[in-house]
Structures are given as C-alpha cells and as structure tokens.
C-alpha cells in the first residue's frame, strides 16, 4: 500500500505532493487506541480536478432541496439555478395537499445590470411574484456568488417581506458558492438557519407513539419511502425527515420528537446536538443502508424507548423481512463473493455502502469522502481537537441554550446510565476508518488524476462515485455505480432496497461488457496518428 501511495504522489510538484500526502492515508485504525490524522475539509489545491461542489449545492441542491411545500428561490444567474433543478434525484410525494414546488425552477435570473446596479429589488419582485401564486407556508432566498460579491442584503428582503406577508415564513441563505471550501459550509448554513427560523413553530404535537426524527436522510431514489416504510410497520412515528420528502410542518415540529436518529453524520449532527441542547432529544447514529444495519438501527431505536411492546414488533418485523432479503443475498454471494469495491461520495455513503457490499462478500478496499470532516473519518472523539482555521471560521455556529418553556429531559439520569451500562450508546459515530481493514487505502477529496491512477493499480470490480466519473472510469474498462444519484435505480436503503442493490451490483460485477473497452487503435497500434519511420 505505502508503494500506491508513492505512486499517487509522484508525478505531484514537490508542495502539492506534502499536501497531498496528508490527506492519503494506509489505514492503520484496526485495533490501535486512536485513528492517525486525516487532512480533511481544506481548500483543494489549485489546479487540481476536485470532485467537490460549492457551499450553494450544498445548501440549496442538498438540504433544502428535497422539501416540496416550500418554495426556494435563487437569488443568482441562471444557470446556478438550472444546476440545481431536479438534479439530485430525491424523490417527493405531494401528500393529501398536493403541495409540491420541486418540480419548480425559481430563479432571479440575475443579469448584468443587476450585479453593477444592485439586484434587491429584483429579488423583492421575485419573491412577491412567488407568494402572490403560490402562497406558500415558506419561501426561502439562497445567495449565490455574485450576491455576495456586490453585497445585496438578501436578509433585509427577507425581513421586510416576512413582516409584511404575516401567513408566509421568508428567511435567506448567505450561502454563496465561495463561502467555504465545499458543500459541507452550505450544509451547515442550511441548517442553522432552518433551527432558528423554522423549528419549533408548530406547537402541537402529532399525533402517535415512540416519536422520533430522522435526520441527514435525503429520499435519493426513494430511499426515505423505503425507511418510512419500515418504521410505520414497527410502529415508530417519523415526526420529521431533514429533509428528504419534508414540509414546512414536519420542520416546525422537531421539537416534539422524543429521539433523533442521525443518518448522515456529515451533512447534520451539530443539529441533532442543538435539539438536544435546547430541547432535551437525545439523539443516536443510525444506518439504514444494509440490510443488517437497518435491523441494527431499529433495535437500537427499539432499546432506547425500552417499551416491550415496540421491541417485541420490530422484531416481529425483521423476522418477516430478513428471509427475503437472506435468500438474495445467498443467491447473489455466489457471484459477488471476494469481489472488490471502492466507494467515495462526498460524505457518509463512502462508510454506509461498505456495509451493503460486506453483505455480498464484497470488501471495499479503496475509500474516502469529498468533503467530510475528519471525525467522519477517525471518530466523533476528535471534535473537540479540531482545528479552526480561516475557512471554517466563516461559518456559523450556533450558540444554542435549554429552551425555558420546551427543554423536557427525555431520559432521567439514571435511565441514561441504565442504558449506557448495558452497552447503549448515545452521540456516538466512530467513522469511517476503523470500519476498514488496515492496509486499506483512505483518499480524502480524491481528484481525477488520482481515481484513474488507483483504478489502475488496483483494478477494482466496481467503482462507486458521482456523475463526474462516471465515464472516465468506464473508459477503463471497470464497472461504474453512481452512489450520488444511484444511476436511475434505487431505492438501496432499508430492506427492499437492499434486495435492490444485490441484483444490480451482482449485474454490473458480472458483466464483461467493460473489459471489451480498448479502441481499435489501442489494440492495433498502427491505426495510431503517430507517424513512424519505416
Ligand atoms: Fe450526506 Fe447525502 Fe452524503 Fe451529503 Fe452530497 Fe448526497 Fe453524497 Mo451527493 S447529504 S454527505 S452533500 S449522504 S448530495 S444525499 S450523495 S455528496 S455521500
Ligand atoms: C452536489 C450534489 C451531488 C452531485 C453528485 C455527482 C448529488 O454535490 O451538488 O457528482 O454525481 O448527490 O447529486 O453530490
């Protein structure tokens, strides 16, 4: 492994090749009391192909995106907008009310004149056009780069409209695409500002038993479905997803929730740590991807609440899913056994999806994230020694106090030790490096060069990653997953889904058709343009 890593740095300029060192890591964190270092979320070099995105994406492609019944508008040129439209592939359903504006482009359409004369009072039109249509419970204003540039107060808009359309909620996002070094500064500023605009309004309680939230799930190609699927048939009540298939309400209702189960660490835990500061809802990792693992999570769901009733029906439920979803996994082992994977998506699915290949036999010998943080990789025990540098200093951190009226400890002290004593662990994510066997090789924000090179020297039989490389991979001749979009399938979450990604894994890791990719002139050199002297 430490000759891959030479070979990953080598053809670097001396500077790039220090920098770069850091962030490629030969795992060692099997069996050693603490993970080694990981360099993560800083700027990527100049001139390097990165595979990241920018701080909007990830505020307003990724966390407010999949919520239909409020309507987002972008503040910026067009194509900021278009980039952002129905991209992402989380799926909606427009419920009893029909409310449903993701299908929906809304856009400043900023152009020149706007960024040399100032653009806020078009974005003021904009958002009374909006509400004058639509009326909707919300409508939230994203700032893309320009805005930030020539300095347009897009929350003194937000402000004046919110006051003067009493029955519609208008906040903004400074989230222009520089804000920080990747999508990650986007998710951050989408939910700080969704926690102080947002929760908490709905003072009622929904209706329903054993009531939790479900956070950092984003229903990519139903995913969500599949989970909520799965929860109703336990009995659990899923008050909120942030913020795959989500509404106003189910946001203004959080705090009602008695757990928050955290599916992706990276895009939200400081949020599930704000409901509980301020709220007092303990909150638990989760891991709905893999079959093994979505048992996993609902009996750690099913412990936490300690009810006999709800733990006797979620295991009456896995019992009745699991023999399906066995006898497929057997079927398709025969095939997939010992076969290799690498997986690196922007965050928590580089750790997640190793669990659905484990199921398969497969091992994920390659991995890392575009943008996590390094307690995604080494462990939640390292936040506190996280470094604060320039960038990560732009971003906001709440501070956030117990709620004077709403603050109810969920769990008494001695519940909470009760629990902690017989194993149950509260807050606790050990990332994604003590999962990997050592000698694994662990790439954080992973560029071009570098995925083809690793592609080369370890010739895995399926690559997963994003619509980026999607095609340079395949000109390799090596099967390609998109994990980002799920190519057009899905859902992979839950039981049903894992069934899902079985077959089409075992399909692509079965199929020769990519190794038939060398072009006629790489196999016959002389169709080469190169001239030779005879
Ligand atoms: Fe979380 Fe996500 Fe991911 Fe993410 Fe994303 Fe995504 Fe992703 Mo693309 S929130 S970190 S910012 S699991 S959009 S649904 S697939 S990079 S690994
Ligand atoms: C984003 C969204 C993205 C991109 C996926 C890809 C997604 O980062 O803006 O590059 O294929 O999941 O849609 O991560």
Redesign the pocket.
Known sequence: PTDIKDELLKKYPPKVARKRAKQIMINEAVGADTSPEIVANVRTIPGIITMRGCTYA?CK??IMGPTRDIVNIVHGPIGCSFYAWLT?RNQTDAGKDGENYIPYCFSTDMQDQDIIFGGEKKLEAAIIEAYELFHPKGICIFATCPVGLIGDDIHAVARKLSAQYEDCNIFAFSCEGYKGVS?SAG?HIANNQVFTHLVGENKKSPEGEYKINLL?E?N?GGDGFEIDRIFKKCGITNISTFSGNSTYDQFASAQHADLSCVM?H??INYVADMLETKYGIPWIKVNFIGARSTAKSLRKIGEYFGDPKLIKRINDVIAEEMPEVEAVAEEVRTRTNGKTAMIF??????HHYQDLFAEMGMKTISAGY?F?HRDDYEGREVIPSLKVDSDSRNIEELTVEADEKLFKARKTPDEVKALEEAGFKFKHYEGLNKDMDNGSIIVDDLNQYEAEKLVEILKPDVFCA?IKEKFSIQKLGVPMKQ??SYDSGGPYAGFKGAVNFYKEIDRLVGSKVWSYMKAPWQKNPELTATFVWE
Do not use: D, M, N
């Open positions: 990830g492609g990724v992402r999508q998710h950092g984003y990519i992706c990276r895009s998506v922007g965050g928590s699915r580089a575009e996590a994003g994990l980002h």
